[in-house]
């Protein structure tokens, strides 16, 4: 989805949101959204550690 945006859609979403924030809040918002971004990522890196932890395990058990 956010893939067909281009370098236009971004300027144009940049600018919308600069115009509704004010160039005061926007570095605030940036860095909640970015810390959010991180957080996500963080969870959903453990969610798929975990299945594949046991993934393995199972098939361990399945070999043993």
Not at 13 to 31: H, W
């Given at each position: 989805?956010?893939?067909?945006i ?12 600069l ?39 199972d ?6």
């Amino acid at each position: 989805m956010l893939s067909n945006i281009g370098f236009p859609g971004l300027i144009l979403i940049l600018v919308i949101a600069l115009i509704i924030f004010g160039p005061n809040k926007l570095p605030e918002i940036g860095r909640a959204v970015g810390k959010s971004m991180k957080e996500f990522k963080n969870a959903t890196n453990g969610l798929t550690d975990d299945i594949k932890k046991e993934i393995r395990e199972d098939d361990e058990d399945k070999k043993s």
